[in-house]
């Protein structure tokens, strides 16, 4: 354990949102970590056994819940931020985002990756899911074990690129460099990173290097396999002219699909892709403000969950969002749905899952985080609602403060395994301040590396 926690640590009078498969709520009850993971949840009322050098955190009128799960995430865009507004997908990857991403150098890709780590701290996530670039996937790996959190990464894995050819590299050279870093950094950090190898859409991949994607996958039962899929209707026709399918059905051609797989957007499916992924358990991300910016479309989401679809949520990258705040994602998630099938569509409970336990899930992870359980780690956030405008008992209906009324503002400590990597909102394991000079400095270098 770290030295900003002790061993054993009692979180006392908080309302629990444990987010567990009962949607258990606890008021005024207390947590007991134990080396890390929560050891028992005391109801109100009940004097827990507290050993000596047990230290004691009063959370008296918080709310404490399960760090959120983002599915979703490229890191290595946090300094584009603002530089590719008001455009539609292929267009935003041909005229920004990979010349941006190709211009990277190890400085530029650690100092975009701190940034948007902070920027997910401070507000409430814990484990992510990350798509690198084709280069510096180490300093992005570094970065984030360094930060605390817990996260799946991967480079993005790309032998075509019709878009912006100077992005890409040879399927060979793909595959081993992808293999290298598996070996690697694969459950580094005291396993808090894990891998997860990343073709990043069909366009971008021959089918030479998909089926030896496959194949990878097979040798390695811990990884999973992070892709974009039919996220735009110009890209579902290029796919469907390329390959004379469509794409999710590719994907289930070429073996890609299963528990395994998290799918960012699935927005353009038919009757029959959707058959797939409920047959193959594939894992869907939704990122509800990527795909109203970027005007790719609505995702059928009460659609896709009734079929029994696990459906989690991202915020993508932040030039085509521009945030990287849960709450906004979950809000959106919820509101968006209301319009076309109903008011009761989208419940905040099942958002708030959506954010939490079934990110757990598409990761494989929901035996270990996403809920606030005996036995499961600490991975936990306190938040302070009392500034939400509600003047109701925030205890009494905890998802639609979090969901509807909360932001990032309402966060007050983060912890990871046990250990408060933001606590009172002050960053315990980087500098903020120092963070946000250096990415404009290497922003800077990176525009002029362009000209």
């Known amino acids: 354990m770290a030295s900003n926690t002790s061993e054993k640590l009692l979180l006392r009078g908080g309302t629990i949102v444990t987010a567990d498969s009962a949607g258990t709520i606890v008021s005024g009850g207390s947590i007991l970590l134990d080396r890390g993971r929560v050891a028992s949840i005391i109801p109100a009322g009940s004097s827990p ?23 979703h995430l490229h890191l290595c865009q946090a300094l584009f931020r603002g530089r590719a507004d008001d455009m539609e997908l292929l267009e935003w990857l041909k005229h920004r985002i990979f ?45 984030v074990g360094e930060s605390g959190i817990r996260a799946f990464v991967g480079k993005a894995m790309m032998d075509l690129n019709d878009l912006y050819p100077s992005l890409k590299e040879s399927t060979a050279a793909s595959l081993s ?16 990173i894990r891998y997860a190898m990343a073709p990043r859409f069909v366009l971008s991949c021959t089918d030479d290097l998909l089926h030896q994607t496959k194949e990878m996958l097979d040798q390695y039962p811990g990884v999973l396999l992070h892709m974009h899929a039919s996220e735009n209707s110009h890209e579902i026709e290029a796919v469907r002219s390329r390959t004379g399918m469509e794409n999710i059905v590719f994907l289930n051609h070429a073996g890609l699909l299963s ?17 797939i992924l409920q047959t193959t358990r594939a894992n869907v991300t939704h990122c509800p403000s990527s795909n109203l910016k970027l005007a790719s479309g609505i995702a059928r989401i009460p659609h896709l969950t009734e079929k029994g679809i696990n459906v989690s949520l991202g915020a993508d990258g932040a030039p085509c969002n521009n945030r990287l705040d849960m709450f906004r994602e979950m809000r959106l998630a919820s509101l968006l749905q209301k319009p076309i099938h109903g008011a009761t569509s989208m419940p905040a409970k099942t958002v708030f899952a959506m954010a939490t336990i079934d990110g757990a899930k598409a990761l494989g992870l929901e035996n270990e985080i996403g809920s606030i359980e005996p036995g499961k780690k600490a991975d936990l956030v306190v938040l302070d609602l009392n500034n939400v405008w509600d003047p109701s008992d925030s205890s009494e209906n905890p998802y639609s403060a979090i969901v509807y009324s909360a932001g990032p503002e309402n966060v007050d400590s983060v912890m990871v395994d046990g250990e408060w990597l933001y606590r009172k909102k002050e960053f315990l394991r980087l500098d903020k301040e120092k963070i946000v000079l250096e990415a404009r400095a290497q922003l800077s270098r990176l525009l002029g590396r362009m000209h």
């Open 49 to 71: 056994q507290v050993q000596p050098g047990t230290e004691i955190v009063d959370l008296t009128n918080k709310v404490v819940i399960p760090g959120f799960v983002q599915t």
């Open 99 to 143: 010349p941006f991403e190709a211009a990277h150098n190890a400085d530029s890709m650690r100092a975009s990756t701190w940034l948007a780590l902070a920027e997910l701290i401070r507000s409430g996530t814990t484990t992510i899911l990350d798509m690198g670039s084709v280069h510096h996937e180490e300093e992005i790996i570094n970065a």
């Open 177 to 192: 460099t992808t293999r290298s870093l598996i070996d690697r950094w694969h459950a580094s950090y005291d396993g808090r």
């Open 259 to 275: 528990n395994r797989s998290c799918l960012a957007h699935c927005i353009h499916l038919n009757d029959e892709e959707i058959r």
